[in-house]
């Protein structure tokens, strides 16, 4: 599957974005598509996930409440809603996808399909 992520920008704290990942080549029903991000000089980071054969969510601690990843299966596209957004929110936001996972996938090494990242800044 490709995926193709899109949406970030410039947005002031406390603001909202959606980005969005949109695939092709197959349906994403049976992949479990996280999110992740990466800051300049930092590590890159799982953010949210949804699994495509129970439609769980799953969420990092730092933005459980903010963000809320869904799927639109018509459009074969996730999306990732971003509000209350915090200077710290600024990196390069990466989708992925997982095919037939068992249990949760966080892990980089779980997903063996990539987008190209957007960018996301947050001013204060």
């Known amino acids: 599957v490709q995926l193709q992520a899109s949406g970030g920008g410039l947005v002031q704290s406390g603001g909202s974005l959606r980005l969005s990942c949109a695939a092709s080549g197959r349906t994403l029903n049976p992949y479990t598509v996280g999110w992740f991000r990466q800051a300049t000089g930092k590590e890159r980071e799982f953010v949210a996930a949804s699994r495509g054969s129970s439609g769980s969510t799953y969420y990092a601690d730092s933005v459980k409440g903010r963000f809320t990843i869904s799927r639109d299966n018509a459009k074969n596209t996730v999306y990732l809603q971003m509000n209350s957004l915090k200077p710290e929110d600024t990196a390069v936001y990466y989708c992925?996808?997982?095919?037939?996972?068992?249990?949760?996938?966080?892990?980089?090494?779980?997903?063996?399909?990539w987008g190209q990242g957007t960018q996301l800044t947050v001013s204060s």
């Open positions: 992925a996808a997982a095919y037939l996972v068992v249990g949760v996938a966080k892990s980089e090494v779980d997903f063996g399909s």
